[in-house]
């Protein structure tokens, strides 16, 4: 019975969001938007909850995934004709799913009709361990984050409107996740990445936040175009875009070997999807733009929930992409390399939101390191503590901006620990588990990975995994030093701060002083936030320090009983020693990277402008991100918008101008005989007389044409 309430984790929230529209449309009812959003999460959390029983594995029994149909969706039927039973029923028994129907022939003979079907796709739900962990982070810092929200949005013009949005976005990431095919997958995939476009722009008034919600859709149809080749070359390949069904054939194909050029090509396709979803090299350059939106969209969407989708695709569909010995370790490579090149751009940032935004990057990018070296465990692990301690700081930036009215730049602020002192030590406890601070959530799940990549190398000897493991210890130690040069410069030293110049999109009554509709001033001094954003906060900080020796040993079991298991688990003789030396290498890393903050950003922040006067043009570099968005600009934007203004002229010039020439034939014929079309009789008669002259001389010379013939 608790099975069948899981088709309704992803409607409430979708019911939700009708509701929050309709709420829009009437000023006194929009507070009550922020209520329905919050009781319908929380609705979609209990479920989840409820069913969650069902699916976690006790010792080594097998849970078996179950699949909740809600209605047909798409289906495609072909059929076959036979004149005997005997070939019809034996082609039926060939065909899973056909049906046989026996009819009368032209001839008077019986004939036997299978229908087969050709394309079904289901609007289905997959529940197994996987599913319920993802749902568990959807749905559980959904409801986190909205309730912060409402406190955090009070006042703005667009309250309703963001809680539509939002309703939207966990209807579509809970369609996402509890897919059963990849062609509802797409569903949700898109439907994520349009409430991320939504809500990025959700200050539509701001040059910036347009800008970045165009970015951010278009550098993620490039990822989604290789995501539609790879539905579609699966389906021709496995005959079925039904995630079970295709595991089962390529679990067959990989026993026998029988592999060709699709299978290869399927796992690339999928991966540029979840790269672009997931914002790694090269198609991250939209994530930290996306920082426009309200911070309570940047901890939901853009840090815990959607841009780990491509995480979760690659682990979902994992035995496509261990069929190719190529797929998941350039998976690796690619998480690898991107974890540490966000990580050296962290380093020379001054946005508060935009530092978190490229930490984001690094730690997605440490995920696709421990799926791409078969450690799902370790890679959904991180995902799972990531959504705890990086909604946590983002939220807490965002009570940062709340009592500074907007201020983002950490050159503005200081010693604020007195004027927010719940706000310092609750974002303190997200930088240690950011910086994989011993015991916290970050260093148990940081920890797997790492251990999993050495493993691999060493006990298969490879060079690779351990070369990708020392650049994870490395962004480790970079991780740890920006997590805490942003808290110390924020919180210690002199106190000083400047007043932004908005507040998130008030209304005229929000604690501003105004003149007419223009904003003139704040009226209120630095302060700390209500305990209605402050309680979800509390939450998070426990998960962020708790949810890592808690729950790795529940996580494991999840993705065990899972399509993530690894067909092919590396070699684990040595993995209890590694494990062990890793979690002592991992937490001195930690350790060091935050006594480094500590000395250049708080003890003797002189000594940071001493060394960054040495090393200048590194600085330049990293506070400019690499020049990656002027090189795309120059490489691909300019030409494309010439050739776009080629196009256009052609368009206006050529293309219209034919279009504007074959108009005005009929209008140069009708100009022609307007004269005779004055009213005026003479002027009919006479072209009645020239007219029957004309027929008159016609005739006559066919007469005199026939005799002389």
């Not at 409430?195 to 859709?217: E, H, R």
């Not at 979760?312 to 490579?333: C, D, G, H, K």
């Not at 997590?483 to 999109?505: D, S, V």
Request: aromatic content about 12%.
């Amino acid at each position: 019975m608790h099975i069948e309430l899981a088709k309704w984790i992803p409607w409430i929230p979708a019911g939700a969001a009708v509701l929050c529209g309709l709420c829009a449309m009437k000023r006194q009812l929009r507070m009550a938007s922020a209520l329905i959003c919050i009781l319908a999460i929380c609705a979609t959390f209990g479920i989840t909850v409820l069913i969650s029983g069902s699916f976690s594995p006790n010792g080594n029994d097998p849970v078996k995934p179950r699949t909740v149909e809600v209605f047909d969706w798409i289906s495609i039927w072909g059929q076959q004709v036979f004149s005997s039973r005997i070939s019809a029923e034996s082609y039926a028994n060939e065909n899973p799913g056909s049906k046989m129907i026996a009819r009368d022939g032209t001839d008077g003979e019986k004939e036997f009709v299978v229908r087969k079907p050709i394309f079904v796709a289901d609007f289905s739900y997959l529940l197994d361990s996987l599913t319920i962990v993802m749902l568990y982070v959807v749905t559980g810092v959904g409801a986190l984050v909205a309730i912060y929200a409402a406190g955090y949005m009070a006042g703005d013009r667009g309250y309703a409107r963001f809680f539509s949005a939002v309703c939207l976005f966990i209807f579509s990431m809970t369609t996402l996740v509890m897919a059963d095919n990849l062609l509802l997958l797409f569903l949700g995939w898109e439907g994520v990445g349009l409430c991320s476009y939504l809500l990025i722009g959700y200050y539509y008034d701001k040059p910036t936040a347009v800008a970045a919600a165009k970015k951010a859709f278009v550098v993620n149809r490039i990822g989604d175009l290789g995501f539609l080749i790879g539905i579609f070359t699966a389906y021709i390949r496995y005959d079925t875009v039904v995630i079970h069904e295709m595991i089962s054939t390529v679990s067959a194909t990989m026993q026998n070997g029988a592999t060709d050029w699709k299978d290869h090509l399927i796992p690339f396709m999928l991966m540029l999807g979840a790269f672009g979803k997931s914002a790694q090299l090269p198609l991250y350059v939209w994530l930290p733009d996306a920082m426009e939106g309200p911070t309570p969209v940047s901890a939901l969407i853009h840090a815990a929930t959607m841009v780990t989708a491509g995480v979760y695709l690659i682990v979902r569909l994992l035995p496509l992409f261990e069929i190719s010995p190529y797929a998941l370790p350039t998976v690796a490579v690619v998480g690898a390399v991107t974890a540490l090149f966000a990580a050296t751009i962290a380093l020379c940032q001054y946005d508060i939101k935009r530092i978190y935004a490229y930490s984001t990057i690094s730690q997605l990018g440490y995920m696709f390191l421990g799926v791409g070296f078969l450690s799902t465990a370790g890679g959904i692990f991180h995902l799972f503590t990531h959504a705890f301690f990086k909604a946590l700081l983002f939220l807490t930036a965002g009570s940062v901006m709340h009592a500074l009215a907007g201020q983002l730049d950490l050159r503005k602020m200081s010693g604020l620990r007195k004027k927010l002192p719940v706000t310092c030590w609750l974002m303190f406890a997200g930088c240690l588990a950011l910086a994989g601070f011993p015991f916290t959530a970050g260093f148990f799940s940081k920890d797997m990975i790492l251990a999993a990549t050495f493993e691999k190398g060493i006990n298969e000897q490879l060079i690779l995994p351990n070369v990708m493991g020392v650049i994870g210890l490395l962004t480790a130690l970079l991780t740890a030093f920006y997590a805490f040069r942003l808290w110390f410069r924020i919180f210690t030293g002199p106190e000083k701060y400047e007043m932004g110049a908005e507040h998130h999109g008030a209304e005229p009554d929000h604690g501003v002083r105004t003149s007419s509709s223009v904003q003139v001033e704040h009226v209120h001094d630095a302060h700390e936030v209500s305990w209605l954003m402050n309680a979800p906060l509390l939450v998070l900080a426990c998960g962020a320090l708790t949810a890592g020796f808690l729950g790795h040993e529940w996580i494991e079991r999840m993705v065990v009983a899972s399509t993530a298991e690894p067909a092919r688990p590396p070699m684990m003789d040595e993995g209890v020693q590694l494990h062990g030396l890793m979690m002592v290498v991992s937490g001195v890393i930690s350790v060091v990277g935050v006594m480094a903050a500590a000395y250049f950003h708080w003890l003797n922040r002189d000594a940071t402008e001493r060394f960054a006067d040495r090393f200048v043009a590194t600085v330049r570099v990293l506070t400019n991100k690499y020049y990656v968005d002027e090189l795309y600009d120059a490489m691909i934007v300019r030409p494309l918008r010439v050739v776009g203004g080629i196009f256009y002229q052609v368009d206006r010039l050529v293309i219209d101008s034919l279009v504007m020439a074959l108009g005005f034939l009929p209008r140069a014929l009708g100009l022609a005989i307007q004269p005779s079309q004055r009213g005026a009789l003479q002027g009919y008669g006479i072209g009645m007389a020239i007219g029957l002259v004309s027929i008159v001389v016609l005739v006559l010379m066919a007469i005199a044409s026939g005799h002389n013939s």
